[in-house]
């Protein structure tokens, strides 16, 4: 297919279907008007009607989990890999050698550096020679890349919205680069649809709880791009929580300005003017995650807090998006927009569910 | 009734018992044995029983709202005003020259100066000679002068989380006093229980919203405590969300330390070792506001985040409570024993209700 | 216009568009390819943008809020009245004399008998002799009449469900049609978007509580339908719960079958088999509320219970639906599309949002 | 120790504390002034501190999960089993020989039929004679049998609520006992404190789901117990439903009068009249479970639905509960403080959690 004209159906399949992020992807899809997805793998639950796992997708499909087959995926335009980290790394170089181009919504080609990798994922990276290539998929940033790629890595939930809310300011350089801080909530989907404990309703619901203060995964991912932003080494605290909802995820963003006169709403307005998928609120208007839920919006207010006593100049960045949209499956499909030269908002455009 | 023996029983009137910190009032001291509660008023409610209020307390109380009137309080050995701001400052004064000992839950004898009162509450005070008497009922500041004292001003619930978070850094030292960060999160009951379309399950439950962004009444109370904690004046940012849960206030406080190695687990085990009702957590630990809902429990969580790029050293703690008990109704019965010289604990020992 | 041809456009103005239902048109509308709104009317917030009230429309509307006007609203296709009860039946005369077609999402009307009306709403019927000509708009029972309509009355939103799942079971007359036990579940949305104690957050979560047990407005509508399918007048009792999640309604539907080796499946599957907006599961599956979370679909399950002692033989129906959507805004667009000849799906397709 | 003098300790373990039902016995028995907690076992947790599992619980044990130990539970007074189904009937038998009286919370003793019991629990009873021994823990049916009593199966959930709902009109010959309908409501913890999908925040809450509509575990317990009043085989159907709340069950009980003008309302209170954690609310009001949250209280409402049609006289008894306490945990300490000559409502008094 050559990348210049815009494909009228292009043949998907998703392996690792069984998880939220790939049910997400089914769900978007089904409004997609070139979408074709023709396969969907998962070694747990091959054999199975995809509407037997997902009620919501009665109707909108008729697919039977197949276990993983590099021959079928060979077969798609496109391959979703909506499996935990570990596993696309190993399956990718086979299929661009087949011409099958690849949206990988797991860690795996985020970070360049694949020491870096190594250390955070406790494994040495299979494919090391694909890191230059792999393009990270934040469509604000790396736009121009996305087209015509072959490998793209779709950004994790937190470090989307992080990058969204800070980069505007590391770029224009009006924030102190060593001092940010990041205080994120996620709803509880974040942690996947596996059978943990810490993920019950009778354990979540009702209460706010701090992880990974110790050190969360999305860290060197986040400091990836904002170090890229700032031109130099960020200094970065990241603390994520569990709240009690089922999607969504709140970044609020510290940050020390250098400049107490700088004119950031306009800052914001101006970086995002152009973007379908970022929405710069009014000033003085917050949102809640609620007005991104099931849409690849989003959405920042921008704030400078009161200054009382010896506190330096700030502003405080809110940065709302719902974390399986454009957090992962929804930002994956924007992305392949780009790939396959589609408008990047084909099949994305539905408001969020409100209420 | 001397300061120095226990009463066998206190007499206690509620002003404005039909919100949350009122009911919260009740349903703690229903478990007092020394509480004896002789009058609730409430305009609104006057000739209702409280049970068809609040169906919880079917049993344990056989009492109807009365219309405010200064004789059936002023017989009383204490009254907890669990009013609206701008109440109590006009009642007050009368109270305690017929002898009565007061307990305010809200904010009008908070702030000593009564200038920054009336800045942030809109009107001026109506009691200024009582400020520099009324004891801000933080127990683990004011232990000393709540013993005897005739008026207390009960903490706001952000308030006690956030100082009881950054008061031990505070007092050593070991930070920079210039640039806190108090990342907070409130359960929807802070809000009252008043009719606001903001406050509905249908706006509030899954979604998570940044409030007061631009200056919240709550910032000059926590600044006045930190202030006196650090001996100067403090530099903080204050931003507040609301996360869908009933009850529970999570404080996330961010400091930069004056010293990398400095032992801050150790700081806080030492700061509260002798305190019932602030429980520092292991080192690694975290705990989530389920786990101290119902309960008066302050537990604390300290933390170094890994150190990326350009970051200083710094500390992240973590404080969790029940805002309408130790943010509110609790503390203000633990400042009544401590007043009435009954051990703090009595009535406010049971656990946490967990799940 | 002709009713024979389907419309490139329709022109439509929505009265009373601040609250939930209005909101769901909108959020619906905007991804119906032939819908303009072109006028949205509050009292309350004429002059005020519609994306203030409701962010999740930022982008999708530039509209504001106009006083009601009889003018303009003159000049649209049609009318939606999204409004309390009371009102549309005051307006709708003079629109239809203007050649404007009207679908009321209120109750006004629903029931063919004005004294009915007046004796559970509380007044008088302001328009009596538009009832015989008003269509009821339950596609699945009145698609025919509704081709052309110029006035349709939207469904309640448990007449829905109830409806939906007695129906088959009554114009068979598989089940005794005078002990009909309906026990119905709903989101807290279903009470509105306003500012109601007891549908606050801090009241409504976490918990569940029967409500208009010694009658509630539904019962009149929910018995004409009935009625009309069984040839007779059935005996129900219908008992509403609110139950803590933001949409969606959940009916259980207890009855005796006459026949205890009656194929109650088939006989639903049969029933259904050709409506795009009613899925009936398959033996033995159950669906929750979030499987139509967002969605017009109506799912049913059809169970026999296992019998014992003396019972005798029952059936269990399950009909699960977003209140908002197939019980009342998607429902109304529903029969807007099949009143001006467009497919009844068009702009309804999109897959509920699961999880 | 004999039965007649109340103890002035009673020394307890709890085997399998490390679930829902456990823990909440734990928190529970912190306010039993009586209590005295010796051991809780877990083969699972051996080893750990019983509040690094349950934070709420940090100060009032210093307890540590040890493997169980015949010779351990034998040198207590009362060994509480809060073990899945099949558990208990094992090791009962020795600590009955060993002197030790046993209050068991799962199902293995609540069944007198074994072949009942080997039928819907999948296999033989164990110790089939102790089913006569074996007191059936309703202090409201069995206050008589428990002084004394060396084993007492504590009563489920649901059969709670729905015994407590349907038997005075049973006993009062008040309904026709063949059509009795109960369609209760439960939160998730209902489910236990294990890792399963369906339980997930992100799968549960906002959903209502009905389950077990072919049949349910609690069926032929509730059957028996109102076999048993009624005298005579009754016919019911039970249908179970997930509702998205952490405690609390919400049984809605339908039948059919004998006769229409029977006195309902007052039928219950005299019934009663005299039981602590039984309360009969005002004619006309409705309780939510919210109002039992975290007590042993059990509300009742009684209504006469409006009778329409062709429907005979119903009655619609609501009955609500929180599921760990009343429908386990706490009325397992009932029962103990029955078996030991203690009142009942020891360690059971506080009221409930609300908001």
Redesign the interface.
């Known amino acids: 297919m050559s990348a210049s004209a815009a494909p009228q159906s292009i043949s998907i399949a998703i392996v690792g279907a069984t998880g939220?992020t790939g049910?997400e992807l089914l769900?978007l899809l089904?409004?997609h008007p070139q979408a074709n997805v023709r396969a969907v793998t998962s070694r747990q639950a091959a054999g199975q009607r995809v509407d037997d796992w997902?009620?919501?997708?009665?109707?909108?499909y008729d697919l039977t989990f197949s276990a993983p087959d590099a021959g079928a995926l060979a077969a798609c335009d496109v391959v979703f890999f909506a499996t935990p980290h570990g596993t696309a790394m190993h399956q990718v170089p086979a299929l661009l050698d087949a011409g099958v181009r690849v949206v990988d919504l797991s860690a795996d080609f985020r970070i360049k550096d694949a020491s870096v990798f190594a250390q955070w994922y406790g494994e040495p990276h299979a494919a090391p020679d694909l890191l230059a290539e792999a393009v990270y998929g934040l469509p604000e940033v790396n736009r121009a890349l996305l087209r015509g790629a072959r490998l793209v890595a779709a950004p994790g939930c937190y470090p989307t919205a992080v990058q969204l809310g800070f980069l505007p300011l590391l770029r224009a350089g009006a924030v102190d680069?060593?001092?940010l801080?990041a205080?994120c909530?996620s709803?509880?989907?974040g942690?996947g649809?596996?059978?943990?404990?810490g993920?019950?309703?009778?354990?979540?619901?009702?209460?706010?709880?701090?992880?990974g203060?110790?050190?969360h995964r999305h860290?060197?991912e986040i400091?990836q791009g904002l170090?890229a932003a700032a031109g130099?080494?960020?200094?970065?605290?990241?603390?994520p929580?569990?709240?009690?909802?089922?999607?969504?995820i709140?970044a609020?963003l510290?940050a020390?300005l250098t400049d107490s006169a700088a004119d950031v709403q306009h800052l914001f307005e101006r970086a995002y003017a152009d973007e379908p998928f970022v929405?710069v609120?009014p000033a003085?208007?917050?949102?809640?995650?609620?007005?991104?839920?099931?849409?690849n919006?989003c959405?920042i207010?921008v704030?400078?807090?009161?200054?009382?006593?010896?506190?330096?100049p700030?502003v405080?960045v809110?940065a709302?998006e719902d974390n399986?949209v454009k957090g992962a499956s929804g930002q994956a499909i924007q992305a392949m927009n780009a790939m396959f030269g589609l408008p990047e908002v084909t099949g994305l455009?539905?408001?969020?569910?409100?209420?």
């Not at 997902?54 to 909108?60: A, C, E, I, K, Q």
């Not at 649809?193 to 404990?197: E, P, Q, Y």
């Not at 003085?284 to 849409?295: I, K, L």
Request: charged content about 15%; glycine content about 10%; aromatic content about 4%.
């Open positions: 939220y049910a769900r089904a409004s997902f009620p919501n997708l009665r109707g909108h680069a060593s001092s801080v205080d909530k709803g509880v989907s942690a649809r596996s059978a943990k404990i993920s019950l309703l009778a354990e979540a619901a009702d209460s706010v709880l701090a992880y203060v110790g050190g860290l060197p400091c170090n130099s080494e960020v200094g970065l605290v990241f603390t929580h569990l709240v009690p909802m089922i999607r969504g709140h609020t510290h020390v929405d609120l003085g208007a917050q949102a809640g995650t609620r007005s991104v839920r099931g849409s919006m959405r207010a704030a400078k807090p009161p200054r009382v006593g010896s506190a330096p700030r405080v809110t709302v399986l455009s539905a408001p969020a569910l409100l209420p």
